[in-house]
């Protein structure tokens, strides 16, 4: 491995909306420093809402106040190359018995200095908040730059996470760079916004495998999968009931991907691909034979009826018996909105016909026309 260059200090602590801890109870924090940047004179500085300023070049432990806000930037800029290969973060933060809480917010590209080349360094945010005790990570802001394995562990085995409703903006993905990201969090119940259209081998496995809180998946851009790409992603997710993709067909691609996932469910595929992914190969790495499989976004549907129509009604919302099983199904969610007055939330279900039935606990006349929006 070729020795990293120390070029210039680059800028000042000022950095514009800094990588930020805030505190919920008072405690300790744990910060990891790598030490194989130590070599070429690494420096993290660490501004405390209370005033003072301290310079990170080991690992340490800080006693925190409740509401303190600790901030992260760096101002030494490094000449970086393809055989920097750390493992893990520059620097990461931990937990323990004495452990503090917090809420993470702000540029995560701030504990490196302005102007690094992030696609160069492989596991440059990888554990950074692995076994913390994070509770809130969704104000954190992702570049739109992607490395190998850039954010794998980093927030593995955050039990106290339960909010990560970030954008991960990278739309071309590459090998592992999500994997394992938030494995074992298990009370995270808000996943990220993936924006990614093209995968890469191995980009999202195990990204939240036995995240037992979650009951609704990010929804998946990409239409053509790759080797690995999804594989045990959403493995043992106990109350994951929704997913939505945009490839037809697996492709072999997700093994493994919902194992453990609850019996009954709803699987969210584009138009006029239920048939192929039906009858995808690799059937026990598809979905659980008790998923349905629907068409449309429960985000986007624009459900119009007009003149005079009846909705007919179901006995049980949750069984399609009066209907065609052979036939492709389409299931929507939604709250109806009539005569101004929003109503329950109703099941919508729509056969390979132009006959709509909504289940719901008793027949609704509708007079003139009613927009049904998702």
Known sequence: MRRRTLLKNAIEFDRENPLTLEFVEPGVIGIDYNPIYKESGYVCKCKSSLGSVR???????????????LSFASDTFYDWNEDNYEGQAVISFYGGNDSARFKASGDITTIYAEGTDLSKIPYAFANMFESSYVVDAHLLVF?????????????????YLTTAAFALPVTELVEGCYSTMFEECSNLVSAPIIRATKLARYCCEYMFSNCKSLATAPTLLATTLVDGCYQYMFHECKNLTYIEVNFTDYNKCCNSWVSGVPDKGW??????????????????NKKPDGWGITRYSKNSLILNIRNTDWLFAMDDPGKVDAMDSTAEMY???????????????YRIFQPNCDKYYIAQRETVPIVGQIDYRI
């Open 331 to 345: 299931y929507y969610i939604c709250d109806i909105v009539i005569g101004g007055v929003t109503g329950q939330t």
């Open 267 to 284: 699987l969210c595929v584009p138009p006029g691909s239920y048939n192929s992914i039906l009858n995808s190969v690799d059937k026990g």
């Open 55 to 69: 310079e990170i070049t080991t690992s340490i432990k800080l006693n925190v106040s409740a509401g303190e806000r």
């Open 143 to 159: 570049p739109n730059v992607i490395s190998e394995y850039m954010y794998s562990y980093m927030f593995e085995w955050c039990t």
